[in-house]
């Protein structure tokens, strides 16, 4: 059998099917029961050092006034 053949045959199959078992996994572990909290949490941690809101810089927004 030839390389090309073999190979053409190998993805129109087992890797197709190890791809698409890949996928499935990601999509239940990201899910999964118990994760909110995860997700959740990483969401938030960019406000986790924020003891008040950034202060306005003017404020009025930039509206033009006829």
């Known amino acids: ?3 090309y053949s073999f ?3 190998f993805a129109d ?3 197709l099917l190890s791809l698409f078992l890949i996928f499935l996994g990601v999509i239940v572990w990201a899910f999964r029961p118990g994760s909110r909290q995860v997700h959740d949490e990483v969401a938030n941690s960019i406000f ?3 003891k008040t809101p950034a202060p ?3 404020p009025k927004p930039h509206v033009k006034e006829a």
């Open 56 to 58: 306005a810089d003017d």
């Open 1 to 3: 059998m030839e390389t």
């Open 7 to 9: 190979l053409r045959q």
């Open 48 to 50: 986790r050092n924020d």
């Open 13 to 15: 199959s087992w890797a």
